[in-house]
């Protein structure tokens, strides 16, 4: 499905207010609720619309401290990426990990109360997954910009 200007502007509303009621949403973009409703479940059908989620504050929920870690994997056979990948999945504290083209296979997001926390994470966790021979963190200082909006 190619969503024309109208869908992106559900789309763009959407990303950034989620829980938007749908006679408000109509009326942002300039048509009926009942074409609006209808567009959206057709978008959602799609599955250009994936999900609708709470956003949660880290610093808020006792997790403020962001660590980047870069892994590097002893092959790149399919057996040893899908093993890494289950176990991975397992890791509560991990919002996030790519398979990446460039120095490092994967690169995994990892939220932790403070410095203790993470090395917690690192010896219950991360130095526990398969067919890992580097391991490189950085911790976030700041962070200056974030959003979960895709560009339409």
Known sequence: ?????????????LQRQGRISNAELSERIHLSPSACH?????LERAGLIRDYVALLDARRMGRPTTVF????LSGQSDEVLEAFERAVRQVPDILECHLMA???????KVV???TEDFARIHRRHL???PHVVQMQSSFALRTVFR??????
């Open 112 to 114: 932790a109360r403070d």
């Open 1 to 13: 499905m190619e969503p024309d200007e109208t869908d992106l502007r559900i789309l763009a509303v």
């Open 102 to 108: 460039g120095t490092a296979d994967y690169l995994l």
């Open 147 to 152: 959003t979960t909006a895709i560009p339409v």
């Open 38 to 42: 209808r567009r959206v479940q057709r």
């Open 69 to 72: 870690v870069e892994i590097t």
């Open 127 to 129: 130095a526990r997954l």
